[in-house]
């Protein structure tokens, strides 16, 4: 659950656009986050309304690490 929602998102694989933009002045290329987008529904939902939203990236982080967590099976 990301703060972003009012409710919980179905499981399914969703479209993540991080931008970034060049960071100039260095001696080497680097870059930097400006945005992270989710797109809802799921790619494999046909219908529905369709939206983008900004996720906080840490945020987002850490509930994928908490879903793979809890999809472990139970050691004994």
Do not use: C, N
Request: hydrophobic fraction near 45%; aromatic fraction near 8%.
């Amino acid at each position: 659950m990301l703060s972003v929602f009012d409710t919980w998102q179905p499981a399914g694989t969703y479209r993540l656009v991080v931008d970034e933009e060049e960071i100039f002045g260095l001696s080497f290329l680097a870059y930097r986050r400006t945005a992270t987008l989710l797109h809802t529904p799921a790619i494999s939902v046909q219908r529905g309304r369709h939206q983008v939203v900004e996720v906080d990236p840490e945020e987002l982080a850490a509930a994928l690490d908490a879903d793979v967590l809890a999809s472990r099976p139970l050691e004994e």
